[in-house]
Every structure is written in C-alpha cells, then in structure tokens.
C-alpha cells in the first residue's frame, strides 16, 4: 500500500520566519505533487516534481523531490500570513490516475 | 474559464438516507475524480470516471457509487448514510491524462453532514 506521510502535522510560526515541511513514503512514486487548500475550498495544486533530486522554486517556496523519489519537502522562507493553510503532498497511485494524499500539514502563520 | 462547480456546498441528513452530490468539470475535461476528505483519514480517493466510464475506483463501500454524463458532468450518490459518511466531498477534474503528471483542478466541495 501507498503511503505518504506528512509532518509536522501542525505548525504555528511567526511572519518572517522559516519554516520546511516534509512528505515521505516507503514507496517510489513518478512524481509528487503539493497542493495548499484554505478554509472553505478545494486543494490548489502548487507544483509538481518529477525528477530525482529537482529543486522548484515558486517565489519564497522551495520544493525539493528526494534523490530515490521517495520523500519531498517544501521549505517556505520569510513566511507571510497569506502563506497560512493546508498543505498537502499528492502522488499518484499504482493505476496513475488517482492521488494519494498525505494527512497535511496546518501552517498557521500570525502577525 | 469557468472552474470546477460543485453542488449543493452543504447538506445535512440522518442516517439511513441517501445523498447524490454533483460535479460539473472545467469545459474540455474528460475526467473527474471524487475524494473524501475529514480530519482524521484527510484526503482519500473514491473513485475516477472518464469518458462516462470508472476508470479507478477507491477503497470504499459499495454503499458509494457514482456515474459520469455525456457532457462530463459527474454525479456520485452515497446510500445508507452513516454518522461516519460525514465529511468534505471534492471533486477534480482534468483533461484525463496521468493524474501526478497534470494539473486536477478541485470544486469547492460538498460538506455533508450526516447526524
């Protein structure tokens, strides 16, 4: 069974700091995905990475996939309060056209 | 364009009623995807229909069922409501390709709560 695990489960920072959440597996997945989902509706895909060891960067987040495929992490720098939500890691599943999800990850970033 | 509308966004019901919830993809999807979502088992996959066929089908009861229309519109229906049943519906939809290789663009979702 896949299986992506998510932590930490919840994180409370202050605006300015830095922060990196992680997503690991067991299992070897083709690519991974991070979706971010506020109160209210649905999960809104952030990026995806494909390639062992891929570094992405979307303004202050950094995405990085492990070098085996297996785990991800996403590292926020300078966080603002628009950066509090949910985030989530999503891989496919063995017939590729479903997600596994991770639980996520609560940031909750205050002024 | 349009996103992807989802209806209604809230509904309440007893146990032992049925529910149909609807989905309406992004215009030229082909694909749509239903997932659970509550606090304790987050994010999990019910089923993915394309082209009015299940292409995938999650770990659920049969008690979950849905169907895909001809214009992609997707329904899925839940018979014999359980407390349990309570939670966040979403659907996706995409153009059908593999789903960690393209974007699925999620609904707002259904809260449904069952009492």
């Known amino acids: 069974t896949q299986l992506l695990e998510q932590s930490p489960q919840f994180l409370s920072i202050q605006e300015g700091e830095n922060l990196t959440v992680y997503c690991n597996s067991s299992?070897?997945?083709?690519?991974l995905q991070w979706y971010r989902q506020e109160p209210g509706e649905g999960p809104v895909l952030l990026v995806t990475?494909?390639?062992?060891?891929e570094v992405k960067k979307l303004k202050r987040l950094t995405f990085q996939f492990g070098d085996a495929r297996k785990d991800s992490s996403l590292h926020i720098t300078a966080a603002q309060t628009g950066d509090t939500g949910l985030y989530l890691c999503?891989?496919?599943?063995?017939?590729?056209?479903?997600?596994?999800f991770g639980k996520g990850t609560t940031l909750s970033v205050s002024s | 364009k349009a996103g992807v509308t989802q209806t209604p966004r809230y509904l309440i019901k007893t146990r032992g009623q049925q529910v149909t919830l609807s989905c309406s993809p992004i215009?030229?999807?082909?694909?749509v995807s239903w997932y659970q979502q509550t606090p304790g088992q987050g994010l999990q996959f019910l089923f993915e229909?394309?082209?009015?066929?299940?292409?995938n089908k999650g770990n659920f009861p049969g008690r979950f069922s849905g169907r895909q229309f001809s214009n992609s519109r997707s329904e899925m229906n839940v018979s014999t409501l359980e407390l349990g049943d309570s939670a966040l519906y979403l659907c996706?939809?995409?153009?059908?390709?593999?789903?960690?290789?393209?974007?699925?663009?999620f609904g707002p979702g259904t809260r449904l709560l069952v009492l």
């Open positions: 229909y394309f082209s009015e066929t299940q292409r």
């Open positions: 215009s030229g999807h082909r694909s």
């Open positions: 299992s070897v997945f083709s690519s």
């Open positions: 990475v494909v390639t062992g060891g």
């Open positions: 999503a891989g496919d599943d063995q017939a590729g056209t479903a997600l596994i």
């Open positions: 996706a939809s995409s153009l059908g390709g593999l789903a960690g290789e393209e974007t699925q663009y």
